[in-house]
């Protein structure tokens, strides 16, 4: 794809070109054509009209495009017909969608790159990694979007300047989630074998595999961690919430019925610690589900770990009873080395939403130091 010409669709003040004035651009040499500059897609008559020019020149083109022209089947099958090969999507708009706030837009995504596929299309996805917000999960979301999404040439590159990863976690998660593409089966998956493209497409990602395998790599503990946080936990309990918010409407006694738990995790080499954000709503289960898992990836680190309570909305009274009471003896261990972050608005919160009352607040704020 970087052997073929570039062409580009927006002229020199500013406005699209011509489809006709394109086309007869894209036959004057031989080879592929990469149209750039624009969106393909973004204005649909101009795409279809392109499409109809560029057919009577018989050359392969690919095109910068955008996940929402999934929804344009007419128009994929329209381009594919006219000699379109591949579509170039990222680094903006962000195929991992990262500035979505519903649950489910990541399977969104794939599921538009999967339409893309269907209609006999390859994808060339650029994914940034290591930006500002990123944890260390986001190696792992990468190779699930690029896999499940059938991306036959996935580009992932580093955040260039500062970011909340160490240059050498980005480097060693930039390996890893290379190499977790390019494994048979993976590789198998994001190109299968119908047609020439898909054959094309096999062979160049087996030839980059052989780069790749050479190199040594592993999983950090902080992508481990992510990983094995990566799944929401259902609320299930049928108990009353409390708000961790100040003012909240109906903030004692919320009777949740369908909420989530999520955990983000990252590597904070200023305070040598592994940082836990939560996110939603809590209960007894979900916690316990919580412990384990982190049990689970981390074992018995002697490394500090931080639980930051800025994204928790709601906890059920269980927790703040029966989890704690449980706990108390193991939170007295681990003084020192586990610590909360944004614990005393959350305590000041709950206070206020239980009329002064919270039961075991004083074993939080004895057993646990509050890390800024």
Not at 32 to 51: E, K, N
Request: net charge positive.
């Amino acid at each position: 794809m970087l052997a073929w010409r570039r062409v580009s669709l927006v002229g020199p003040a500013g406005r699209l070109r011509a489809p006709a004035q394109v086309a007869a651009e894209c036959g004057e040499e031989d080879g592929g054509v990469l149209l750039t500059a624009h969106r393909f897609g973004q204005v649909v008559p101009y795409a279809r009209l392109l499409c109809r020019h560029l057919a009577l020149r018989a050359r392969p083109w690919a095109a910068e495009s955008e996940l929402a022209i999934a929804r344009e089947p007419g128009l994929l099958r329209l381009a594919r017909r006219s000699g379109c090969r591949a579509l170039v999507l990222g680094p903006e708009p962000d195929p991992l969608v990262r500035e979505a706030r519903e649950p489910g837009a990541l399977r969104a995504a794939a599921r538009a790159l999967r339409r893309i596929r269907r209609a006999g299309l390859l994808t060339v996805a650029h994914l940034t990694l290591g930006c500002e917000g990123d944890d260390a999960g986001v190696f792992a979301r990468a190779v699930w979007l690029s896999t499940a999404g059938r991306v036959a040439f996935p580009r992932l590159t580093a955040h260039e300047g500062a970011g909340p990863m160490s240059p050498d976690e980005l480097g060693r998660g930039l390996a890893w989630a290379a190499r977790m593409l390019h494994r048979h089966r993976a590789i198998w998956r994001r190109t299968g074998i119908v047609g020439a493209d898909g054959r094309a497409a096999l062979i160049a990602n087996y030839r980059l595999r052989r780069a790749i395998m050479r190199e040594p790599t592993g999983e950090t503990p902080a992508m481990r961690l992510a990983r094995v946080l990566a799944r929401p936990i259902r609320i299930r309990e049928r108990v009353p919430f409390v708000s961790t918010l100040v003012g909240a409407v109906a903030a004692g006694g919320v009777q949740v019925r369908s909420a989530w738990l999520r955990a983000r995790a990252r590597r904070d080499d200023a305070r040598a610690a592994f940082v836990i954000r939560l996110e939603g709503a809590i209960d007894a289960r979900a916690a316990r589900k919580l412990v384990a898992r982190v049990r689970r990836a981390l074992g018995r680190t002697p490394e500090r770990i931080v639980i930051d309570l800025g994204g928790l909305e709601l906890v059920s009274l269980t927790v703040l009873t029966h989890f704690l009471e449980e706990h108390a003896s193991r939170l007295a261990e681990l003084r020192g080395r586990l610590a909360f972050r944004n614990l005393r608005p959350a305590l000041t919160a709950l206070r206020r939403n239980l009329h002064g009352m919270v039961p075991n607040g004083a074993l939080l704020e004895q057993a646990l130091e509050e890390t800024s």
